[in-house]
DNA sequence: TGTCAAGAATATTTCGATATTGCGCGCGAT
DNA sequence: ATCGCGCGCAATATCGAAATATTCTTGACA
């Protein structure tokens, strides 16, 4: 419990512009519970489908449940967990039918602003991929203490870096859109490794090619390996749910 | 205040299936108050940018601030009204900015959903696109009560018409996207009418091609059609923008 | 006259408690 | 033995007010 350290998800709060806060950076509880839940859900600290009861909650995070509330209905907004009116709230499960749609609408639109980043990616933008790529290539998939658990900190390598990538791209909505639902896939990759493992599947070498395609300025070709990549995750998720789905 | 009726804002609504509500239909007052809340925004009656103040809202919608507060969470989740963490919130301001983002987003998203919806129609679907139109195709735009305000019900059956459209998508999270992208729009195109309507657009006559080409499964040229149908709305929107911009 | 600080006034955030709702168990009737 | 009914428990939804933050007002001091 508590004291959960950054982690994936925590990268898409970064993006909001922290506005001139005077005093002792006044931030909510709320936005604070908030972080958290979010993170412990991204980070796969709840399984999909665990039912969010306020009591635990509210002890959990030390605060009322107002708080805890608001928490879950900005989570149910983003689709991260469900609210059944009279019956709580619980972390969305997963299921092939949405892995598909999700896939899918990754490949269409992270695609788009991706194509719209590297057109528009000026140098600095150039120096972060860069960057980032760097460090997805240096950190090991497998966390040290636990080689079956993928680790947080190549999480959170891989989240800066496609992040990194799509930076550039001018429109804010498409962009916001493109991050929102590489987080709800998140929640799917999160319990792939064991099965995906085995595979024989080069994922550091699918991001260099990506991250040098997109560096030299070919959108066709950077959109056409992104779309490739996202495409072999899902296969790879695909086994893996059907047993997870099974128990 | 009050007993507002049905208008555009409820067709989304609509779209979520009805749970089986055993008793009384046990809707909670958060959901209602949440439905009106929007409803009150995406059809003009607050004017975007307006700050909306605790006290004002629990006396409008008679309940707690719990209830308010849940509600403006969940709109500005969906970015409808925006949260600044001890100044409460507002309603979205528009901005050309904003909406030249919107426009390539749509033309994009929207365009997309419309041609996976047109290759999936069935013949039911037909149908629902053919009454649509045929319901938009008999509203006047104008309302008969105030000719320089844009009626209600046009705005219902034009909304109804679009989705129509797009119903037969099968992949539910692109589809939510292009109707969350339209409810967005919504907002600018309320206030364009006194602009847009001395263009000389025929607004009818494009949406009986558009119906047409869908209808004889014509993709491209439906999606090309949408796509000059939301750029021509832009362009009549663009300046009505500006001159609220500089109120 | 301008600036700054203290305090009043106003608004938002958070809390703890009460009101509702849903669910399961036991009892009685058929 | 099974079905229906109602009581009581558990969990959520809603309330109203206390706690906190911000803005506005006022008045002293340079």
Request: net charge negative; charged share 25%.
């Amino acid at each position: 419990m508590g004291e959960v350290a950054d982690d994936a998800s925590a990268a898409r709060t970064e993006m909001q512009p922290a506005r001139h806060r005077s005093p002792l950076a006044a931030i909510t509880r709320t936005e604070q519970v908030y972080t958290q839940l979010r993170a412990d859900i991204l980070s796969g600290r709840v399984l999909p489908g665990t039912k969010l009861r306020f009591a635990d909650l509210t002890e959990r995070y030390d605060c009322s449940t107002s708080v805890v509330r608001e928490g879950l209905t900005r989570l149910a907004e983003q689709g991260l967990v469900q609210s059944e009116p009279q019956h709580g709230f619980h972390v969305t499960p997963l299921s092939q039918d949405d892995l598909d749609d999700l896939t899918t609408a990754r490949c269409e639109i992270e695609g788009l602003v991706l194509r719209m980043s590297i057109e528009h990616g000026n140098i600095a933008w150039e120096s972060d991929v860069v960057a980032a790529h760097h460090a997805l290539d240096r950190t090991s998939m497998e966390s040290a203490a636990d080689p079956v658990v993928m680790s947080d900190e190549w999480t959170l390598a891989h989240s800066r870096f496609h992040q990194a990538l799509l930076a550039a791209c001018p429109n804010q909505r498409l962009r916001n859109m493109a991050l929102s639902l590489r987080d709800a896939a998140e929640l799917y990759r999160r319990w792939s490794l064991p099965i995906g493992h085995d595979d024989d599947r080069d994922v550091q070498g699918e991001h260099r090619a990506l991250a040098a395609a997109a560096l030299r300025g070919d959108a066709a070709e950077a959109v056409r390996l992104l779309d490739e990549h996202l495409r072999r995750t899902t296969r790879a998720l695909g086994t893996r749910e059907r047993a997870l789905s099974t128990q």
